[in-house]
């Protein structure tokens, strides 16, 4: 999530620097593919759905250890000055998303929960494109989007709010992983995490930060037949990577996909292997965040 938060001296509650209130405060979650996985069967995803890192956005060999399609990515990052900054030139021209529904093209979630963007990331992932179909009937994850999809933003964070089965879900994966947990849930991270989809209604790429006034629709970057790990999706990640200008090397990719055993037990080599590839392992990004 962003570090740059204040307090509402009329709310008392914590806003973020894009004007969105945290209700409720969460452990964070580690940049992990394992947990991810862990947290989505937990919430209902078919056993069948994992994520994986992706360990370059440059090299074709390493890509094509990926399994395809890719049904979402969710990049890992220390906000930065220069990446506020950024978002809030954009942000100050943008009106308030009001959608609601599956007429829209995207499901969208409002982040009212501090230190729960990897949470966001994950739903963001899960309840958009061809992900929906690996949703489990009547599994938590189903449930809450049966309730929430048709409802205005602030009541579907609402309802994100009042759910117990996603908030225990989320604590029994946030204290597992290789980081040291934050003592106190208010305490402030200084990494994010933002998702990126491909539309099933329009076929456009997306990008999805509840800390945002909205998601982002990025444009027809993608040919009908294209995953978000095609080039145009990867030409958005380089433009986060780009836009730090080698100031902030601390990136992680993730992404979400049915791993075939082959290609997982390939995978799993390489990120043991792997030492300078242009991405940092979740075990690596996770070592420096300690």
Wanted: glycine share 6%.
């Amino acid at each position: 999530m962003s570090n740059d938060i204040y307090c509402d001296t009329q709310t008392g509650k914590q806003v973020n620097g894009h004007g969105s209130s945290y209700r409720k405060h969460y452990i964070p979650l580690e940049s992990n593919p394992d947990l991810f996985t862990q947290l989505v069967h937990k919430l209902g995803v078919s056993q069948s759905l994992a994520f994986v890192d992706v360990l370059s956005i440059d090299d074709p060999d390493l890509l094509a250890f990926i399994p395809r399609p890719a049904l979402a990515l969710v990049l890992v990052f220390p906000t930065s000055d220069v990446y506020e900054d950024e978002i809030a030139k954009e942000d100050a021209i943008k009106e308030e998303y009001r959608g609601r529904g599956e007429e829209d093209d995207v499901i969208w979630f409002k982040q009212t929960i501090n230190n729960a963007c990897g949470l966001y990331g994950i739903l963001h992932g899960v309840s958009n494109g061809e992900a929906r179909n690996f949703i489990q009937p009547n599994s938590p994850l189903a449930n809450l989007l049966a309730d929430c999809v048709s409802l205005a933003p602030d009541h579907r964070a609402l309802a994100l709010e009042a759910s117990k089965e996603l908030e225990s879900a989320h604590a029994e994966a946030a204290m597992q992983g290789d980081s040291t947990v934050p003592d106190n849930a208010e305490d402030e991270v200084d990494f994010h995490y933002v998702c990126f989809v491909k539309s099933h209604k329009n076929g456009h790429l997306y990008q999805m930060d509840g800390d945002r006034k909205g998601p982002i629709d990025r444009g027809p970057l993608l040919a009908p037949e294209e995953d978000v790990l095609a080039e145009g999706g990867l030409s958005v990640i380089r433009e986060f990577i780009r836009r730090e200008k080698g100031g902030n090397p601390q990136f992680s990719l993730l992404a979400m996909a049915v791993p075939t055993l082959r290609l997982y037990l390939a995978h799993c080599t390489h990120a043991i292997t792997n030492t300078n590839l242009g991405l940092l392992t979740s075990t690596d990004f996770c070592k420096r965040l300690h």
